[in-house]
C-alpha cells in the first residue's frame, strides 16, 4: 500500500470509517509488529508493544494533523512504547521474555545475523530504512533525532556491516 492510499484511508478513518481503520490495521499491523519485534528482540514484548500501540491509534487517529504522515506517527507511538515498556521494567524477567526468532537467509552470508549485531540505534535506522522504506526524516521523527545524526548512523551502520561482512568471509 503506497503513501497516497495510506493517507486516504486515513482520512476516511478520521471520518469515522470503520472499514478504511480496518484496511489500516490490516496493511500496517505486521511492519509495527516487526518494528517493535527489532527494538525489543522479544515476542511477548514486541506483541504488547503493538497491541498498546494501535489502542492508541484508534484513540488517537482523529488528533492525526497530517493524513501523509501516518505510518512515521505509527512508528514514533511503537517506539514511544517501548521506551515506556523498557522504563517500567516489564520485560527483565527472562521467563516474561523469550529471545526473538530470527529466519535464516540462503547467502554467503547471514545479512540479518550481522544486521542484529549492530549497536541499538545503528539497527534501528538500518531497519527502518531498508526494510520499512522510510525516507530519512521519517526515520528522524520515529526516532526523535536529527536528519544529519541519521545520515551519519546510516553510514556508519553500512560501514560496520562491511566490516562484520568482510570478517564472516574470512572466517
Not at 490495521?25 to 494501535?54: H, I
Not at 538500518?126 to 545524526?149: D, K, N, R, S
Request: a neutral charge.
Amino acid at each position: 500500500m503506497n503513501a497516497s492510499e495510506i493517507a486516504i484511508l486515513v482520512l476516511e478513518a478520521q471520518q469515522g470509517n470503520k472499514k478504511s481503520f480496518e484496511r489500516l490495521c490490516n496493511a500496517l499491523y505486521q511492519p509495527s509488529c516487526r518494528f517493535a519485534l527489532k527494538l525489543s528482540g522479544c515476542t511477548a514484548m514486541a506483541d504488547d508493544v503493538t497491541q498498546e500501540t494501535w489502542v492508541c491509534v484508534a484513540k488517537d487517529i482523529k488528533k492525526l494533523k497530517e493524513p501523509g504522515a501516518f505510518k512515521a506517527w505509527l512508528f514514533k507511538l511503537v517506539y514511544r512504547r517501548f521506551i515506556d515498556a523498557i522504563r517500567q521494567n516489564q520485560y527483565t524477567q527472562p521467563a516474561a521474555c523469550e529471545e526473538a526468532y530470527v529466519p535464516q537467509i540462503d547467502q554467503h552470508y547471514d545479512l540479518l545475523v550481522l544486521i542484529n549485531k549492530l549497536p541499538d540505534i545503528q539497527r534501528h535506522v538500518v531497519y527502518l530504512f531498508y526494510f520499512e522504506q522510510m525516507a530519512l526524516a521519517e526515520i528522524g521523527a520515529v526516532l526523535e533525532i536529527p536528519i544529519g545524526t541519521v545520515k551519519s548512523t546510516l553510514h556508519r551502520a553500512r560501514a560496520t556491516l562491511s566490516e562484520l561482512a568482510s570478517e564472516q568471509t574470512q572466517s
